[in-house]
Structures are given as structure tokens and as C-alpha cells.
């Protein structure tokens, strides 16, 4: 049974930084794309940055580029979502996901849809 959990969140001031962090078990974890999204109150589940399974790869929205940067450590089957200069505007439900597929190495998925398996999420609050 593939699980993801998500931890790291926080609430946190505008400025601030917060690292998240999801593992992964059930599967090889190395084989596939890793994803982050949010989901802000009354809207819709949004991308926020992929990874390619062997890092050579990343995509981010243009909301988050350069302040969030996303890594992967294959080695301990976790994706990492390191987020600094943090917004009011960020403040939502952070979800990481993995695909179902495991497609070529160089690929990065930024569609909602090519993503399979999803965590519960953690709280990111920024107060300003």
C-alpha cells in the first residue's frame, strides 16, 4: 500500500521560512515524479513545484519561483519542499503527490491529473 505523509508545516510570520517534508513508502520511491500542491479555503487544488525522480528535473509555479526550491532524497525516500520569504498569499493546505506512472527520467509533471497518490497534507499559515 503506497502512503504519503507530510510534516513541517507551521504557522509562521510574512517573511519566514518553513521546510516540509514528505515520505513515502510502499513503492520505489526513486522510480517516480514527486509532487507538491496546495489547496488555499474556497479554492482550488493548485501546483506548486515537481520533481523528476532523479532530480534532473523541476518545475515550479510562477507564484513560489524563486523562493520555494524542492529536492528529493531518493535515499530516504523523501520529497523536501523548502519554502522562504513566505507570503500571506501562501497560506493553504499543502499536499505532496507521486505519479502512478513512472515516465522518463527527465520529467517533471506540472498537471494535477497525472498524479495518483496523494498525502492528507499539512497547515501552512502566514500571518502578516
Known amino acids: 500500500q503506497v502512503r504519503l505523509v507530510e510534516s513541517g508545516g507551521g504557522l509562521v510570520q510574512a517573511g519566514d521560512s518553513l521546510r516540509l517534508s514528505c515520505a513515502v513508502s510502499g513503492r520505489t520511491f526513486s522510480t517516480y515524479p514527486m509532487g507538491w500542491f496546495r489547496q488555499a479555503p474556497g479554492k482550488e487544488r493548485e501546483f506548486v513545484a515537481s520533481?523528476?525522480?532523479?532530480?534532473?528535473?523541476?518545475n515550479y509555479a510562477d507564484s513560489v519561483k524563486g523562493r520555494f526550491t524542492i529536492s528529493r532524497d531518493n535515499a530516504k525516500n523523501t520529497v523536501l519542499l523548502q519554502m522562504n520569504s513566505l507570503r500571506p498569499e501562501d497560506t493553504a493546505v499543502y499536499y505532496c503527490a507521486s505519479t502512478r506512472l513512472s515516465y522518463i527520467r527527465s520529467y517533471s509533471p506540472v498537471n494535477l491529473l497525472d498524479y495518483y497518490y496523494w498525502g492528507r497534507g499539512t497547515q501552512v499559515t502566514v500571518s502578516s
Open positions: 520533481i523528476s525522480r532523479d532530480s534532473i528535473s523541476t
